[in-house]
């Protein structure tokens, strides 16, 4: 049975259209899924996989609405920008569309592969010598726009 090449452009189209949403559907997914405040927990560097604390009198926070964020250190905003989720293929297992968050600034050079276990996320520099930093949900929701009383 042949199909008119018009019906076939019109399936093809259609096809295109449900795989392309369903991949908009994933990254919202995931961005309301980071949507809150993240507290650092550890951070790792690089090639030597040491694993850094932050210093005990050092709250660092990271907190994210769907489109900006704000980074903070001990309740002061020290940096504010935009970011994104796009689908990056990971060097750490070659999948073609892990989700990664895109940051504006420069403090974040690379797409950060996410990885979210219920309330940790891990953002890990796609670069085999990347840093990777762990964050525990403090609170979901929106962003931060004053300190809490305590973090």
């Known amino acids: 049975m042949k199909l008119p090449l018009s019906i076939c452009l019109m399936l093809t189209l259609a096809l295109g259209a449900a795989v392309l949403s369903g991949g908009c559907k994933k990254s919202a997914s995931v961005n309301a899924q980071l949507t809150g405040n993240w507290r ?15 210093h005990t009198d050092s709250v660092v926070v990271l907190s994210m609405d769907g489109v900006n964020y704000n980074r903070w250190l001990n309740g002061t ?5 935009t970011y994104k989720i ?15 968050v895109v940051f ?16 940790t996320l891990d953002l890990s520099m796609n670069a085999y010598d990347g840093n990777s930093y762990e964050y525990v949900r403090i609170t979901q929701g929106g962003p931060l726009t004053v300190p809490p009383a305590s973090f």
């Open 104 to 119: 504006s600034v420069t403090s974040f050079p690379m797409p950060q592969i996410i990885d979210l276990r219920h309330d």
């Open 86 to 100: 796009s689908n990056v293929k990971s060097i750490y297992n070659q999948q073609s569309s892990s989700p990664a």
């Open 40 to 54: 650092l927990i550890l951070y790792t560097q690089g090639f030597t996989g040491r694993v850094l604390y932050p």
């Open 77 to 81: 905003v020290y940096e504010t920008g």
